[in-house]
């Protein structure tokens, strides 16, 4: 039976391939969350990328410490870059905190720092204002840098106590946020998001409702959707490439969230159209003629009947498009620059978390912080595949009836 | 009178809108086309350098003013090929799997993962090389460092599955019913049918997807550049050579290249453009042939 013996072996080889690919998809998630995960917690999603420093202004008050001395020193301030703990913890009761004195890693360098290890629930730190009124909030693993002006560094951690115990009234305070957080990077990567759904989502909405509406089928049509086609091809460096030369230079849009929004923006057009033009085929062309019998135009045909039955439809296009514009990174590598910051307004930088990610794996090798940013993304990722579906669901739902 | 003249006018006008929306997408790649081509081009129009030295030089060397691309462009058809050749297959017989044998609910558990494997930005492929098949090749290679035309080729090869596999698919269910019943009335079993019958059905609808797979290979940028190497001069001569790509050369430079230099990376850009454009053409074209037959 030498045909059963080649059908079993061409079986097993399909299952077999199917098995590299999933466990491929498996491999790489699973890589990416076990790698990153230790380093994903509150603090990686709230806080800027770069450390802060700011003038903290405190009323001393006297907090007795609530948890006895060996638990205290068991609550090292946890953070990847503090190599080690060289002194302390030490309770200070008129800040009710301990401080510990650590090594304190950020990217090449290294140094000795006062860290905060423990913050009493009552302690006054945590009603801390800044110069204009404003509320701070300090937390374990801020570093201490001075207090009313005298500088900590090269001291011992008891000076440092008896230091602070001294000092009475307000106290001014230095503290340095620690960085390595992302928050700068989903807040630009959402402003690239709405930016850029804001130029291409009308433009490509209304191409497609020419394209499926009004076009006769011809020339300019076979044209635009080659063109189309053609965007849809082209990978995203040219884009860059384009962006550069054309937002960045001759418009003189600078390294900036409305180049690389604008670059993006034409990336999503292929999308969105192709998207919204399916799904206003699939509304029935005896909607359009029960519109146009009872005397509506063409255009309240289209804005009140044709267009809301394709909402489902232009929803996947909008979740899509998200998709995009969180993955893109060569082009806005070079349209919108990697620096870690929040944009100030349309003509400022920003990087997003996509290439955030390529630039903390690229050019710091921290492979860590690659993978922890990574889970972000994989998580949007995720949660838009599923709400595609729901929407894509909701279309056929309507076709169905 | 007056109305209806004033509705008239006002459906013209948007229809015109409409028309120009559609336009943009003609515009931008006329815009585009133009602005990569005007600056590429500039180098040789005004002779700063010899196109011939920019085509078959094997070395860049921005700082000896030596822009060399031959060897960048047998590193990306290297790569490319490499990837299509792991990655094709597999991703061809996942799609069987999932169109012929799989059960609908195993189908759909299938798809879905492909689906999540298209939409892991190409960052994050180049970080799992970077943290899992760099270090792997870098104990079976006998150089010093695990960046390599090897390391390329794999990444490359996982990120064309998804593109392969859900075309392919596509084009696998498409095939009538009917060819398959009457190879299983011939006496064919399950196995023969899908191989001597379906897939030689969807062989065109597999093309398109395997060439739309090549371009994703040639463009892809950020995920190679962190896994190939990127050296600076030399034609890769073992799967252990690091490569620099076309696309990778761009992206490196581009953040802070001035003049010749950079208009030279806009020229790596415009061959790049034209590998694209003629790979788009041949799918237009099979696609249209499909469509025909």
């Known amino acids: ?401 | 009178m007056e109305a209806i003249k004033r509705k008239k006018l006002k459906e013209k006008i948007v229809e015109n809108i409409f028309l120009i929306c559609a336009c943009v997408a003609v515009i931008s790649l006329l815009a585009i086309t133009f602005f990569v081509f005007y600056n590429g081009l500039k180098p040789f129009v005004s002779n700063s350098y010899s196109l011939w030295s920019f085509l078959t030089g094997v070395e860049w060397r921005p700082g000896s003013n030596l822009y060399g691309i031959l060897y960048m462009f047998v590193g990306s058809i290297f790569a490319t090929l490499g990837a299509i050749l792991i990655g094709v297959p597999v991703a061809i017989l996942t799609a069987v799997f999932i169109a012929e044998l799989a059960g609908s609910k195993v189908g759909k558990l299938i798809r879905f993962a492909v689906e999540l494997l298209a939409g892991i930005p190409s960052v994050l492929y180049g970080v799992f090389g970077l943290g899992i098949i760099v270090p792997y090749v870098l104990k079976i290679s006998p150089m010093a460092q695990g960046e390599s035309l090897l390391a390329t080729i794999l990444v490359l090869a996982i990120m064309i599955l998804p593109t392969v596999i859900s075309i392919s698919e596509t084009s696998l269910s498409t095939v009538p019913m009917e060819y398959r019943e009457g190879s299983y009335a011939l006496g064919a079993s399950k196995i023969q049918t899908i191989f001597r019958v379906v897939i030689p059905a969807a062989r065109s609808g597999i093309m398109t997807g395997v060439i739309l797979g090549i371009g994703r290979a040639i463009g892809e940028t950020m995920a190679v550049m962190l896994v190939c190497g990127n050296p600076i001069a030399g034609i890769p001569t073992s799967i252990f050579s690091q490569i620099r790509p076309l696309t990778t050369n761009i992206a490196l430079e581009m953040g802070y290249a001035a003049g010749v230099h950079q208009e030279l990376l806009y020229s790596t850009g415009v061959v790049l453009f034209i590998f694209i454009m003629i790979i788009n053409f041949t799918v237009n074209k099979l696609v249209k042939a499909k469509v025909g037959s």
């Open chain 1, 1 to 401: 039976m030498g045909r059963k013996m080649k059908d079993v072996l061409a079986k097993s080889i399909i299952y077999l391939a199917t098995g590299i690919t999933l466990c491929v998809l498996l491999f790489i998630v699973g890589f990416i969350f076990v790698k990153g995960i230790s380093l994903v917690n509150w603090d990686f999603l709230t806080r800027d990328y770069n450390e802060k420093v700011f003038y903290a202004f405190v009323q001393e008050e006297v907090v007795p410490m609530t948890i006895d001395a060996a638990s205290l020193s068991q609550k090292d301030p946890y953070d990847k870059r503090y190599e080690s703990s060289l002194e302390g913890p030490i309770y200070i009761e008129n800040i009710g905190a301990a401080i510990a004195k650590v090594a304190y890693k950020n990217n090449a360098t290294e140094k000795e720092q006062f860290v905060f290890s423990y913050i009493e629930k009552d302690s006054p730190l945590l009603s801390a204002i800044d110069s204009t009124g404003k509320k701070l909030s300090i937390g374990t693993d801020y570093i201490l840098e001075s207090i009313n002006g005298t500088d900590f560094e090269g001291l011992s951690l008891e000076d440092v106590a008896a230091q602070i115990n001294h000092e009475t009234g307000e106290l001014k305070i230095k503290v340095v946020q620690p960085g390595g957080g992302v928050r700068s990077n989903i807040i630009t990567t959402l402003y690239m998001v709405l930016v850029s759904l804001l130029i291409a989502l009308p433009l490509g909405i209304f191409g497609a409702i020419y394209l499926t509406e009004y076009a006769k089928p011809g020339r300019l049509v076979n044209i635009i959707r080659f063109a189309a086609e053609c965007l849809a091809g082209i990978p995203s460096i040219i884009f860059g490439l384009f962006g550069m030369a054309f937002f960045v230079v001759a418009l003189k849009f600078q390294i900036s969230l409305l180049s690389g929004s604008l670059t993006v923006a034409i990336i999503l057009l292929p999308v969105i159209i192709r998207s919204t033009e399916e799904a206003l085929k699939t509304v029935p062309t005896a909607f359009r003629e029960g519109s146009l019998a009872l005397g509506a135009t063409k255009l309240q045909t289209i804005f009140k009947v044709v267009l809301p039955c394709a909402v489902p439809g232009i929803a996947t296009a909008v979740l899509l498009s998200i998709g995009r514009v969180v993955g893109e990174s060569a082009a806005l590598l070079l349209t919108a620059g990697t620096v870690a910051q929040i944009p100030g307004t349309l003509f400022s930088p920003g990087s997003t978390l996509t290439v955030q990610a390529y630039y903390v794996a690229k050019e710091e090798g921290n492979i860590e912080l690659a993978c922890a940013i990574g889970i972000v993304i994989i998580v949007i990722v995720i949660v838009l595949n599923i709400l595609s579906r729901i929407t894509s669901d909701k279309l056929n739902v309507f076709n169905k009836k």
